[in-house]
């Protein structure tokens, strides 16, 4: 480098001592160091509202202020918690920002919306609320398969779908699909570990990432759910980054049980660094922590989340 900057300054008729030279290169690698640094932007780090849901349900606006308070600039949205008026109000008020809105695919939870059954009232709702993508929170369970089965036993549910059921619900993501870019929003996928269920190339998430287009349906990874089912997310962003814009953080202990995705991140055998690393070179535009409930002091929890992250140098 120092040689050619003495030939630059030579062409230029320009005198430049050694130590000129030598300053001008440290200089430039300086910039060249910065300039590789900023065209791998890191996600915007966020928080699914689900983690607060006990309290949302209580006091929407207090819920919003306590998760600003604790760091956060991102919330991620849980369909069926607070009308559009409500939302709107608590997001000017704690300066939250909300690019992403979760809806099930059936009616789960009583009085919620769903894409099966509201899909018109979910994309008003969306664009009211400047929300740029609706995220299917779950694969489509028909109703019957639904009765008196508590939020809680959904993973037992989901475990059983096979393989007919995988590609119906590719079929529904692929209709949904359509008129929510067609009122100019996006849809994205979250995943469980059902998805990663039996042998490569017959997976649920197989099925839908060959029968869905990166135009029409996108993909938030949950990485917790990703490592319970003993999958890299590393290696799911390297194969995938084109698909995955969103990404869910909670971590699983080496052996899960009851506390899969109930422990701090860094606790567990997630390597976050790397996770996030990659994220980043692929251009993923989110990551939002969460974790499953019941949590005991859900503020607290999504604290420490936080300063882990901060620490890594990621938030």
Known sequence: MPAELERLASACGCKVSRRGVIAGAMAIAFCDTALARLSTPKPAIGIQLFM?????????????QTIASTGYREVELLAGIGSVEEIRRA??????????????????????????????????NARALGVEFITCSAPYVSPDKLKNVPL???????????????????????????PIRRAGLRLAYHNHAAEFAGPAGKRGMDILLEGTSSAGVSLELDCGWALAAGVDPVEMLGRYGNRIVMLHLKDVAASPGSDAGRISLGQGVGDWRAILTAAG????????????????DVADAARIDLEYLQKLGIS
């Not at 607060?52 to 919003?64: I, M």
């Not at 070179?281 to 005991?296: C, D, L, M, S, Y």
């Open 52 to 64: 607060f849901l006990d309290a949302a349900r209580r006091d929407l606006a207090a819920t919003f």
């Open 281 to 296: 070179n692929v251009g993923v535009r989110a990551a939002f922590v969460e974790r499953e409930q019941p949590i005991h």
């Open 152 to 178: 809680s036993k959904m993973e037992e549910v989901m475990a059983q779908l096979t393989m007919s059921d995988w590609v119906a619900h590719r079929d529904f993501l692929n209709a949904i699909a359509r």
């Open 91 to 124: 997001l000017v008020r704690s300066g939250l920002r909300a690019r992403s809105m979760h809806v099930p695919p059936a009616p789960f939870i009583p009085g919620s919306p769903s894409l099966s059954g509201d899909l018109d009232r979910v994309i008003a």
